[in-house]
């Protein structure tokens, strides 16, 4: 089954960090460009960080210097390093990849929650 897979979200005080992953598989690798969205509670989903192909990455200004994401293409993990988390940052993230024929792929996400 062609899925991506989330996981890694909880609870956090701000100013702590959590690492989130997101799984490839059935066809899916993640060496194909990967990014990662979220939607906060009554807010449109908005794009946070994409890797390329090549390995390249890049992150939202809003999460710029906070956020870094990367790959394990031998476990087929993309990964997103969150640090100092506001809790502005609250909202459910969301793996995503862009596949031909069918086109985009998203994962069932993961909640991620900043609170003190």
Do not use: H
């Amino acid at each position: 089954q062609t899925q991506l897979v989330e996981s890694g979200g909880g609870v956090v005080q701000p100013g702590g960090s959590l690492r989130l992953s997101c799984v490839a598989s059935g066809g899916i690798s993640s060496s194909n460009a990967m990014n990662w969205f979220r939607q906060a509670p009554g807010k449109q989903r908005e794009w946070v960080a994409t890797i390329s192909r090549g390995g390249s990455t890049n992150v939202a200004d809003s999460v710029k210097g906070r956020f870094a994401m990367s790959r394990d293409n031998a476990k087929n993990t993309v990964y997103l390093q969150m640090a100092s988390l506001k809790p502005e940052d609250t909202a459910v993230y969301y793996c995503n990849t862009f596949l031909l024929p069918v086109g985009n792929y998203w994962g069932q996400g993961t909640q991620v929650t900043v609170s003190s």
